[in-house]
Structures are given as C-alpha cells and as structure tokens.
Nanobody, 124 residues
C-alpha cells in the first residue's frame, strides 16, 4: 500500500504560481512512477503530468507544457508540481497518483494509488 497526501493548493490570481506537493508513505516510493491529474465538477479526470521512477523522464499535457514542471525527491518521498503562468482554466482539484507498472500514462484507471486531492483556484 502507498498513501499519498497532496498539499499546496489555494487561491491565486491569473499569472501567478503555486507549487503542489505530494508526500508518499508506505512502500518504496522510488519503485513508483508518479502522475498529476486534475478534475473539475462534471468532467472526467484529466492528465496533467507524469514522471518516471528515477525522475529522468517527464511528460506533460499540451495544455500545461511550458508552464508546469513535475519533479520528485526520492529521498523525501515527495513529488512536486510547480505551476506558473496560471490561468483561470487551470482551476480544478489536483490529484497525485502512483503506478508501479508500465502504463498508458494519460489514463487515470492505470494508476494504483491516489491522494485525496487539493483545490487550486485561479481568479481572473
């Protein structure tokens, strides 16, 4: 089992920045690739970013490419999402997720464990 706890969400003005954190506990964090997703009411959960186990490879949704950066610190069992140049359409609940196998990274149901989410609200 892996427990994931997100933090760092909040209210920010358009153009601003936030850094989300996701702290993991339980089984060896370095054995899991990690993803960030987001969801707004009435819509499906949307892929945001993914990072491989070692942190050597990262992947992004086109909507956030160049503005968001995913990173991880395996010594601290934590994955981060640095969000810059935020837009009102980035408003959502953001979730981190962990997966141990080789998956289609954009598909939420491929991931094994999920956090409870953290709200990000971007005002115009």
């Amino acid at each position: 089992q892996v427990q994931l706890v997100e933090s760092g969400g909040g209210l920010v003005q358009a153009g601003g920045s936030l850094r989300l954190s996701c702290a993991a506990s339980g089984r060896a964090f370095s054995g899991y690739a990690m993803g960030w997703f987001r969801q707004v009411p009435g819509k499906e959960r949307e892929f945001v970013a993914h990072i491989r186990r070692s942190g050597g490879s990262t992947y992004y949704a086109d909507s956030v490419k160049g503005r968001f950066t995913i990173s991880r610190d395996n010594a601290k069992n934590t994955v981060y999402l640095q969000m810059s140049s935020l837009k009102p359409e980035d408003t959502a609940v953001y979730y981190c997720a962990a997966v141990s196998g080789v998956v289609v990274i954009e598909r939420p149901n491929e991931y094994d464990y999920w956090g409870q989410g953290t709200q990000v609200t971007v005002s115009s």
